[in-house]
DNA sequence: GTGAAAGCGCTAACAG
DNA sequence: CTGTTAGCGCTTTCAC
């Protein structure tokens, strides 16, 4: 089958002129239905297509909206997390007709090479990045170029830019509450990286948490680390030098690594130690015991990325948009009962 | 930055021709020293960056490729299996300058009316494509298509087509002949869905192992489901009544499901139960005890697979590629030792 | 309602 | 070594 076939063939078959066939694909109403009917004929069976690259060229659009995720996130695809998101944003892509571009930056060469080439015109109408540290750089490129684009998750140092996030703050108040009400009193938090916001805002919320019911905020009580599973083990590790009787973790991946650093100690979960976590992945239903978690949506995260970019796409970057969701305390059978 | 250079502008700035500035862009020898540099200077001032939709249209060439997962997997999202794949094959994209395309299909609708467009023309390169039971469709339309592809997994019903796959029955066999040489021999086995060759591979291998050993092959040991470990619960259950003394599992999320059928039955793995499974992802390190599994080179596969597909772009589908990777029994600590 | 013609921004002969 | 020219396949005025 090597058809090369353009508009002026399917013209010439049907036996009207190539703009005429243009406006029959492009569903435009001033075509009679008699031309309509045999020009959709012979398009069905020369099964033609037209060419996706001289449509761009003129239309100055590509239906195709890039992923990225710079590269201290590039491990995290050990995380569900990542592809959980990438989901829901395939799944909105696939609704509005847009192609899905991944780009997986796995070391900081790649990303200078890489990303310059993305924002190049004809290759992507719009941007979802993934906000990290390492995004920052990121930021001040793209912005400079003048391709729309939306962040997952709040950036840290990026003013007027459009994200959506989850209330962090919150959740992480909400689970801390949670574990104060059941009767713990020495709560110790294992937190994502202090240059994230999603590190940031969970220790916020924890803060925000232990102070309200006048429990003291005891430096030594907070473990900071990447969000791997490893990272969870020996954060807790240390901590239980401090004889916490409950962890609030910031990850569930991490709080896998903190239970196996409490089992490893003699400790049970959840009687000598409650632990709460954040994400709500397989993994916490999977554990042993399962997680009580702050769940996220992940897939309308998604799905609202893909949407707020088509908007600025559509309609500018100005005013900057700000979506964030609620999330949800799930109870299970970490955190223990009321003492 | 609204910047809608093109060569042209660029050319003027230089005080050369339009060609002149190409060259210089796809670093063609034949331009002065002078010249070229004063081009670059432009260049890097202007940070200008050819328009790609123009480029595609002259030169046939995208330089994208597509990663097709239909259906039936795309709920494996929540297998770390696709990830990890993902990753591999982003990697060596980014690796040639490649970008990649992510089709996701979450239903058939999904297949219907978005495979046809990606074959079109002037939109990717070439496509890597899984093997499932749902793909089966597409390679028909692929074919048709003279899009080159190459597919993840070996195809069931798909004679003369590119692969890239491991040995999974030499895995499987090695698998179960390692838990014959600790003794056991009442071996069961939780099968992938026999529509696949990644289910019927394995069961083969399972069986072989049995054969060699004067074992008998009972169908009432054996259990076929999807990759979750919901199924491989369930599944275990079921073959929990058989009082099996080892269980040979096709996919680790199985697995786990598996060790939680078991753990619920009040038998112990893997002093009642030896359990050996396939693929060596993180779920495999994390569970408790941590499983005995066949290594799949994930990362290399990947890799491969966008090799063979640049392969096939460059040089034409024929004679059809295929490639088989070992595998590796990573031993851990739920087949035990030797009776 | 339909066709002719211009042009999107680039590459690639072909001259010189 | 460099410039001129002719398209790539499509959309989009502008006539009729």
Redesign the interface.
Known sequence: ????LTLEDIARLAGVSRSTVSRVINEQESVSDEVRQRVRQVISET?F?????????VTRR?Y?IG?VIPRST?TF??D?Y???L??GI??AC?RA?Y????????TEE?EKR?F????????VDGIIIQATQAADVLFTQIA???VPYVVAGRPLNAPNVSYVDVDNVAGAHNAVRHLIRLGRRKIAHIAGPRDTTVGLDRIEGYCKALSESGLAIDENLTAECDFT?EGGYYSARRLLAQKPDAIFVGADMMA?GAM?AVREAGLRVPKDIAIVSFDDL??AT?S?PPLTTVRQPIRRLGLKLVETLLDIIENGPTPPRRVIFDTELVIRESCGERR
Do not use: C, W
Request: aromatic share 6%; proline share 10%.
């Open positions: 089958m090597t058809d090369n099964d297509r037209p060419n996706q690259a001289a449509r761009t060229l590509t195709v992923l590039s695809f050990a569900p990542f592809p959980r990438t989901m395939a799944e696939n007709n192609s899905l571009s991944l780009y997986l930056f796995h790649d890489l310059p080439r993305i924002t190049r015109k004809g290759l400079k170029s003048d599973e896998i196996r397989p993994p999977l042993n």
